[in-house]
């Protein structure tokens, strides 16, 4: 007689797995019910999770750069917010550097500073001050970023080698370069420069 291997029949593994789901829904629920209890029904929203602590007047007269985003609910990561931090010309780099000055998650640092910047607030974090400058992969970014930002295209960057006789993404990168520097490139941009 062979020893059974199985921990059981499908029928009660799936069991298992929905009471397993159903248990930990209702652990859920209940932290959340816990959490929105002594706040009236008509703050609580369905995108609610665990309110906010309540601020006094003196966390808002403070400078503390903190106070106003956590009531002007700046932890939510918007399109307007996001749109406004990468228009202001920030990078990933200074998303990190904000996320660690607040001891926030990234989306939640972007959200914060984006809000800032529509609120006409100053970020504590100058765009791009965040960037290794001294890092090789950082200047190829940067260049391959004012090649597309200034409206070129792959087509553009395939032309460019071509003409100068390199690959393709030592062309773009040259590219890059000379727009950074503020020169003329041989050929005019076939797209759309970035806003």
Sequence with gaps: ???QTSTGSPRRTAAVGVVAVTLTVGAVGVAYALATADRPAAEVTAGDAAPLAPMDDAALATDDP????VVAGADEYT???ADAF???GYYMEDA???ADLWH????EAKGRAGQLLLDGQPVPIAPGSSLD????DTITMLELTAFWDAGYTGDDGTALAALWNVDVIDAKATA???LRAGQPLPIGPSGTPAS
């Excluded at 400058?133 to 090789?136: A, H, I, R, V, Y």
């Design 79 to 81: 399109q307007e917010r």
């Design 96 to 98: 990190s550097a904000l």
């Design 86 to 88: 990468w228009d202001a």
């Design 1 to 3: 007689m062979k020893p």
């Design 176 to 178: 890059g370069q000379m």
């Design 104 to 107: 926030v998650d990234l989306a």
């Design 133 to 136: 400058l001294t890092d090789p």
């Design 66 to 69: 903190t106070a106003a985003e």
